[in-house]
């Protein structure tokens, strides 16, 4: 009978089997206990853990080599893999138990645990996807840190530096990722081979004039950018759309560059260049094109084909035409139905029905173009063109002259600007009935330069005798203003605007030379050609003796007494006292008016004796007698108030009296009585309406319905609003509203009616701009208001235009409580991705000496000339930001700033 072994364990007196630890052995388990050691549980907190120390190697990312320090004297090094742990298996038999108490008790590793060979790689691509994405920001975002000079900090990179410029091959590398290329001043014979072959992998032909082009030298990152990124890939690769390769020494073109269908810049000025392939015209996307300073003498006959081009520069060349209908022939037509035809393979090229019809600028100066040699038929001139440069042309050739080509373009309903600077031109091409025939001939040309050319003023000026603006002859710096078209002739000197004003006033000073003998017209005088001189207001007041500030107040007070029916006593007493051969001051000198009292007193009499026309007539100026006016009388019509000139009303200020007949810290502001003193005037202002804004007595004076300036500063005796009882729109070409320093808060009072009516309290800025559907500006500096009046249905109904408004040019918000602008935030976001919001017509934003903390970037998308940010509380941006490049530069700052 056959014994079935028994494992060793159940042997009596067996000894323990000993065997080599399997991969999977855990390394805890290996370790032998230390003396003094007792066996412990697996949750036991007091159970030995020995030191584990675990080195990675980069070279296998899969394995790990762990070495272990154990009490023992032996040391024991265990290869493990990094995996699931297997369980160790009994040489006799498999049975199933659970993990040892060393092995539970192991603490996990805190090593990161070593990646698979896929995991790295995506990683990989991880890293490469973002720094693509980073290469993509924003331009601002590419200059990284900047300093206060908008200076880019240079940053430490961690390959080396590349102090010089990129080579050829590397620029073209570099090209293929962002699709604009600059290759200018690399003294380049023709457009690398490399060009066409990393972009397009097409070889160019060998060129006739380079048949063999000089080699380029590899890039030194031929394979990877200076971050590190790897050159894009084909689905990465952007299509090349501005090529700019000036200033070198290219003689031609190879044919294959009509492969870059995506062209929208070309830049080849400052080359070699005497003809260009027929193929160039196939860029049918070109927007700008510059071949200026080259010496081609003709070009591509589609190239005036070009369907999209705004601006084409071939100034500086040997052209002798511009065959602008060219492609447009029938044998051009038929050239071109028979090349298709016969080949079906050709792509079919879109090209433009009519010559260039997008052209703005079009500068073909210094050529040998002749006028006749120009295509100027209907339809042949672009009309869209702005600009149009023909100077240094001999454009008259023997007796052919430029009449037809100066009627072709006056025809052009956008030129701004025609030039014909020193070119052959002469006062035949200006025949008298030039433009006759035309309806509103040049309606938008603002300056005509026929300088440096053998035309001169009256053949010019008789035949622009139909143009409905008013010619200028004058050089000057600045642009001429809207109506006015300048033209420009004869030696070019140019002045600035304060010398041209000083040269038309010594003309008209010099055409004043009369006769003595000749009497004097209402308007002014005769001069020697029998032609009536009409006077400057200047001129006038000089004669008259009204040039100092002195002498215009005692005429318009003399004015103002010189109104009143009966005289009053002291143009009696003048007319009395005044005797023959006496001055002005000697009057004044007997009549106690040197003292400027005594001269306030007297304006402030005949101002009162000018309302009062049925006042009873005074037999002399007593002063120790005065009489009690009607104060109340005073009309706002008064010239002292209303300027007819300007059309202004100004009101004075509601000022308390002076310190010197008041309390110094209590005064009064009630009318004082009649006392005849050096204080009438004051009590004459205080006299008028006391709201700040009395619209009802506006409203009933006649010049209601044509007044434009409204001066209503410092008036805070009582800062009211006073309308009529009705409603409707009292003043309607108001333009201008100044209520500086009147002490408004985002709320007002308003009486309806006189000052029993009912009384109100309304917001400040809707209600101005219902009441003020013209105004243009409005000043509100020195008030109370706050950010919460500025909401964006309040600006928008001030500030943007409307089919009932017309929008605020100029709005001044200076020394308010201002500490907010989102108002003007929410206005700024119809501007993102739309620069053309006709509604908007505000030029001028005065936001000083208020408590903003923090300009808004968005404030930089409002297309504002004047910005005014000083004296509030924000830290960024720096002074200097706007101090040197003032308002261009601040908002160009804050523009860069939008996320």
Request: aromatic content about 4%.
């Amino acid at each position: 009978m056959s014994r079935i072994p028994q494992p060793p364990s159940s042997r009596p007196n067996a000894k323990p089997a000993t065997s080599k630890p399997s991969v999977g052995t855990s390394v805890k388990s290996l370790v032998p206990p230390s003396p003094g050691s007792r066996a412990t549980s697996p949750s036991s907190p007091t159970s030995p853990t020995p030191r584990i120390r675990v080195k990675s190697t980069v070279s296998s990312p899969v394995t790990a080599r762990a070495r272990v320090d154990s009490a023992a004297p032996a040391r024991t090094r265990v290869n493990s893999a990094l995996g699931p742990r297997q369980p160790l298996k009994s040489p006799v038999r498999k049975t199933t138990k659970s993990p040892s108490p060393v092995e539970a008790e192991a603490p996990p590793s805190t090593s990161k645990p070593a990646l698979s060979i896929r995991e790295a790689i995506a990683l990989k691509r991880a890293e490469v996807k973002k720094a693509q994405t980073s290469a993509t920001k924003s331009t601002f975002d590419d200059l990284g840190e900047v300093d206060d000079n908008f200076r880019p900090v240079q940053k430490q990179e961690e390959d080396e530096l590349d102090l010089g410029r990129r080579s050829v091959r590397e620029t073209i590398e570099r090209s293929r990722s962002s699709g604009q290329i600059n290759l200018s001043t690399r003294s380049l014979r023709c457009l690398p081979s490399a060009l066409f072959e990393i972009h397009l992998g097409v070889k160019p032909d060998p060129l006739p004039s380079l048949p063999e082009e000089p080699a380029l030298p590899d890039s030194k990152a031929a394979t990877k950018y200076k971050n590190g990124r790897e050159v894009p890939t084909w689905y990465e690769a952007q299509d090349l759309q501005v090529l700019k390769a000036w200033s070198n020494e290219i003689v031609e073109i190879q044919h294959e560059i009509s492969l870059f269908g995506s062209l929208q810049t070309m830049d080849l000025h400052n080359n070699k260049l005497t003809s260009l392939p027929d193929t160039f015209a196939d860029l049918t996307e070109l927007v700008y094109l510059d071949l200026s300073q080259n010496s081609l003498t003709s070009l591509p006959a589609n190239i005036f084909a070009l369907p999209s081009l705004v601006h084409l520069n071939i100034a500086h060349n040997s052209l002798t035409s511009l065959p602008l209908r060219s492609p447009f022939t029938p044998e051009a037509k038929a050239k071109s139905h028979q090349r298709r035809s016969s080949d079906f393979f050709v792509p079919v090229i879109p090209r433009a029905e009519r010559p260039l019809p997008k052209l703005q600028t079009l500068d073909a100066s210094h050529n040998s173009i002749s006028a006749i040699d120009i295509n100027h038929d209907p339809g042949d001139l672009p009309p869209s063109l702005i600009k149009f440069d023909l100077s240094a042309n001999p454009l008259e050739t023997g007796t052919a002259t430029c009449t037809s080509l100066l009627r072709a373009v006056a025809q052009l309903p956008k030129l701004r600007e025609l030039r014909f600077e020193n070119s052959n031109l002469s006062d035949r091409s200006f025949t008298p009935d030039l433009l006759g025939n035309l309806d509103s001939p040049f309606p938008v040309l603002r300056v005509l330069d026929c300088g440096m050319t053998q035309a001169t003023v009256d053949p010019v000026q008789a035949a622009l005798s139909p143009v409905s603006k008013q010619l200028s002859f004058d050089y000057t710096t600045e642009d001429p203003p809207e109506g006015t078209l300048r033209v420009l002739l004869g030696k070019k000197v140019v002045k600035e605007a304060w010398e041209v004003e000083a040269e038309r006033r010594a003309k008209i000073k010099a055409g004043r030379q009369v006769v003595q003998d000749e009497p004097d017209t209402p308007l002014g005088r005769m001069d020697n050609s029998g032609k009536e001189v009409i006077k400057e207001p200047w001129e006038i007041e000089a004669e008259q003796g009204l040039l100092t500030e002195g002498a215009k107040r005692r005429a318009r007070a003399l004015a103002a007494a010189s109104n009143a029916k009966p005289a009053s006593s002291t143009d009696n007493m003048k007319q009395t006292t005044r005797g023959p051969g006496k001055e002005s001051w000697e009057v004044e000198a007997e009549q106690g008016l040197l003292s400027a009292g005594a001269q306030r007193r007297a304006r402030a009499a005949a101002a009162m004796n000018a309302q009062v026309p049925h006042a009873a007539p005074a037999a002399a100026v007593n002063p120790s007698a005065p009489r009690s006016p009607p104060l109340q009388a005073i009309s706002l019509s008064n010239p002292q108030f209303y300027n007819e000139k300007t059309q202004g009303l100004t009101l004075p200020p509601s000022k308390p009296p002076s310190k010197a007949v008041s309390h110094a810290r209590a005064f009064s502001l009630a009318i004082p009585p009649w006392g005849g003193d050096a204080d009438a005037v004051d009590r004459v202002e205080l006299a008028l309406p006391t709201p700040t804004l009395p619209l009802a007595e506006i409203a009933a004076e006649p010049f209601a319905q044509t007044l434009r300036v409204l001066i209503l500063a410092n008036r805070r005796m009582d800062p009211v609003i006073r309308l009529p009882s009705s409603d409707g729109i009292f003043l309607p070409y108001l333009e201008e509203l100044s209520l500086e320093g009147c002490g408004f808060g985002d709320s007002v009072p308003v009486f309806r009616g006189d000052a029993s009516g009912g009384r109100t309290s309304e917001s400040l800025l809707p209600l101005l701009a219902t009441l003020f559907p013209s105004m243009q500006t409005l000043d509100l500096s020195d008030n109370a208001l706050t950010s919460d009046a500025l909401t964006e249905a309040t600006l928008s109904s001030l500030v943007l235009s409307s089919s009932t408004r017309k929008g605020l040019k100029h709005l001044r918000l200076r020394g308010n409580r201002l500490d907010g602008l989102e108002g003007f935030t929410a206005i700024a976001d119809h501007f993102k991705g739309n620069r053309d919001f006709p509604e908007w017509k505000l030029e001028e934003l005065d936001l000083r000496d208020n408590a903003i903390g923090k300009l808004p970037p968005e404030l930089g998308l409002l297309p504002l000339d004047v910005f005014l940010v000083d004296g509030n509380v924000f830290r960024v941006p720096q002074r200097r930001i706007w101090e040197r490049e003032g308002t261009k530069g601040l908002l160009s700052w804050l523009r860069g700033r939008i996320e």
